[in-house]
């Protein structure tokens, strides 16, 4: 085992000089309960290396993953105005705004970028859950609205991350209009004949799900993401009614004929390259022809704490898994 | 017999006052009540435009809500002739919750659809309280695009609290009904006209809504979310229903000033439940105004404006 001395000892060196707390060195797999190595759940994508159990991911770290070396160039967001509705619950609305950008490092609640995807140049968006629920106001509308204009413009497919509670009651209305305001988004795409992918991830429910994230040419999930209208417990509550096991999760909405797939998170990006190339009238992907990258450690599970749990979902390792 | 509101407890006072005293002549012919009476009336009248004048957002939800409101099926019934309920998403069911077919107005043939939440006990529950389940919105696309293939403008009424929240309606692709009905209505190459006359909940609001022009009757909602329900999400207290309602800017007067409403519909003094002949009366003139504005659009002019309507939603906001 000479590669644990030799390879994993620095980078766990690597990671105490980065800023990192001990305790962040390990990360408690909220449904299996494993203790997983953190740079181990990083390089699987946050999914658990031990149950499958996909965590969330920020939108950045999903794009270094997706994109081919993690390059990509992120797209302008028009800015909308803030706090049309000069809106206060408990709280002002510029405050809950200030303490998502604080808490996310990132400017709202989606991401757009351009960029490659094993050699296929795609427009991504990624809606980040952490920041105020994902929610859809007008910042998200002007993302997509930019992604939609920017695929067309070059004439690529726009591959959308949904994750969301739904819209963003603080600006009202406004919110609301989104979602036909998206819908024409989706409309620039449908007519410029250019692939729209919507991968549902956890949670994407109320407007968003009635919206664009509804309306994909492909409608690929994570497993076991919620997706929903109206969420359990409302419709618990209304109805009175115990809901199934599984009720509106992926798999359940796959039998229900909502989704075209399930795919785990690690095996999504190469379901993404051959989706969208096939459907750009593109050769095959070809593996391989990409500057070589990292190469052994990636093949090898670094130290976990409970050795005896054998992973079920190794990482990926094809060439074109970007170096990091 | 009025439903009095409870901020109209004051209200139901007076006339309750009034009545009395005429009842009490009706019995005894010698009485001279009238002078009395009338004053009482002209008391409640004041009283009734000073709380119809000043109606706080949360006064207008109940005012929205009033179980005698005038209802779509009221509204078809007297402003179209001719009317031809078309039933069913030719799929799954038909949807009670949604009313629609073809009928003139005016003469000139047009397709309908509304919401219908009804008006008694059996008649709620047919029509599933006004909120909609796929099949409802299914039924929807296959009108919108009945009316697209053979010209026929389209006139949606909104009235719902929303879109149905069960596990049926959650099986069968409640968000997808949704969005494909917003997506037809930016799709199809005739008018299409909005008008919200009562509640307009959500997302099952939108899904009619995305037209060319939206018009709101004085004392309807149109909200993201309800007041009820978004108090209890940000102050934790279904109760907050109040100072929800205010912030959220749901009246049809906010709405005018954010560039959603094209235009507000008066209301009879009271509310459209005092006067329902009015208040269909009102609509039916702006329904008409509205279609004249409309005419001799192109299907490709009418497309690319309503688009871009909805596109300009983003930079919007209340003045500072
Ligand atoms: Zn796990």
């Known amino acids: 085992m000479n590669w644990i001395t030799n390879y994993v000892r620095p980078r766990i060196n690597s990671i105490f000089s980065r800023r990192d707390t001990p305790e962040n060195l390990w990360t408690k797999c909220d449904d299996c309960g494993t203790m997983l190595f953190h740079r181990e759940l990083s390089e699987n994508l946050n999914v658990c290396t031990s149950c499958g159990h996909h965590m969330a991911i920020t939108p950045r770290n999903r794009f270094e993953a997706l994109f081919d070396g993690g390059i990509f160039t992120e797209i302008d967001v028009p800015e909308p105005t803030t706090d049309p509705l000069h809106f206060r619950d408990q709280k002002r609305y510029p405050d809950r705004l200030k303490a998502a950008q604080r808490s996310t490092g990132e400017k709202e609640a989606m991401l757009v970028a351009e960029g490659e995807m094993g050699r296929t140049p795609?427009?991504?968006a990624a809606q980040d859950f952490s920041f105020m629920g994902g929610s859809m106001g007008m910042y998200v509308g002007n993302a997509i609205v930019a992604a939609a204009e920017r695929a067309v413009r070059l004439k690529r497919p726009l591959i959308l991350f949904s994750a969301a509670g739904g819209a963003r009651m603080q600006e009202g209305i406004l919110s609301l209009m989104q979602m036909p305001r998206t819908t024409v988004a989706v409309q620039m795409l449908k007519e410029a004949n250019l692939p729209y992918i919507v991968v549902l991830t956890h949670p994407t429910t109320g407007g968003v799900t009635a919206s664009y994230a509804m309306l994909g040419d492909v409608q690929i999930a994570e497993p076991n993401a919620l997706i929903c209208f109206a969420g359990p417990r409302v419709i618990e509550q209304t109805l009175g009614?115990?809901?199934p096991d599984g009720f509106q999760r992926a798999e359940y909405l796959l039998d229900h004929g909502m989704l075209d797939r399930v795919t785990p998170r690690t095996e999504m990006r190469d379901e993404l390259i051959t989706i969208t190339r096939m459907l750009m009238g593109q050769p095959p992907a070809v593996a391989g022809d990409l500057p070589a990258p990292d190469p052994a450690p990636e093949a090898q599970p670094p130290e976990q704490p409970d050795k005896a749990a054998a992973p079920k979902t190794a990482p990926k390792t094809t060439p074109e898994t970007p170096a990091k | 017999m009025t439903n009095y509101l409870d901020f109209e407890r004051p209200l139901a006072e007076i006339e309750g006052k009034a009545e009395e005293l005429r009842a009490m002549a009706r019995a005894n012919e010698e009485m001279d009540i009238e002078t009395e009476a009338a004053a009482?009336?002209?008391k409640a009248r004041e009283l009734l435009v000073d709380l119809y004048s000043k109606l706080t957002p949360w006064?207008?939800?109940q005012v929205a809500r009033h179980p005698q409101r005038p209802h779509c099926r009221d509204y078809i019934a007297a402003l179209f002739t001719e009317y031809t309920p078309l039933a069913g998403d030719r799929n799954f069911a038909d949807d009670h919750a949604v009313m629609g077919g073809?009928?003139?107005f005016e003469d000139q043939?047009?397709?309908?659809?509304?919401?219908?939440?009804?008006?008694d006990t059996k008649s709620r529950i047919l029509h599933n309280f006004g909120m909609a389940r796929p099949e409802g919105y299914r039924k929807a696309v296959r009108l919108m695009e009945l009316a697209d293939k053979f010209g026929l403008p389209v006139i949606t009424l909104v009235d719902t609290a929303g879109a149905y929240p069960g596990k049926g309606a959650e099986?069968?692709?409640?968000?997808?009904?949704?969005?494909r009905s917003t997506e037809k209505c930016l799709q199809i190459g005739v008018p299409?006209?909005?008008i919200i006359i009562g509640e307009g909940g959500s997302g099952g609001a939108v899904a009619f809504a995305t037209a060319d022009r939206v018009a709101m009757l004085e004392h309807s909602i149109y909200s993201v979310i309800s007041p009820e329900g978004c108090a209890s999400i940000l102050w934790k207290d279904a109760e907050k229903m109040r100072e929800a309602a205010e912030a959220l800017r749901l009246t049809a007067q906010d709405l005018a000033e954010l560039g959603v409403n094209d235009r507000v519909i008066p209301e009879p003094m009271g509310g459209a439940h005092r006067d329902p002949q009015a208040a269909i009366k009102a609509v039916g003139a702006a329904l008409g105004g509205m279609l004249a504005e409309l005419e001799g659009k192109s299907a490709k002019k009418l497309i690319k404006d309503r688009r871009k309507k909805f596109l300009d939603l983003g930079s919007k906001g209340l003045a500072a």
Not at chain 2, 109 to 114: A, F, K, L, S, Y
């Open chain 1, 122 to 124: 795609i427009v991504a």
């Open chain 1, 241 to 243: 009614e115990k809901l």
């Open chain 2, 40 to 42: 009482l009336d002209k």
């Open chain 2, 59 to 61: 006064r207008k939800c």
């Open chain 2, 102 to 104: 073809l009928a003139r």
């Open chain 2, 109 to 119: 043939p047009v397709v309908v659809i509304g919401h219908e939440k009804g008006h």
């Open chain 2, 171 to 179: 099986e069968r692709g409640q968000s997808e009904a949704i969005a």
């Open chain 2, 192 to 194: 299409l006209i909005s």
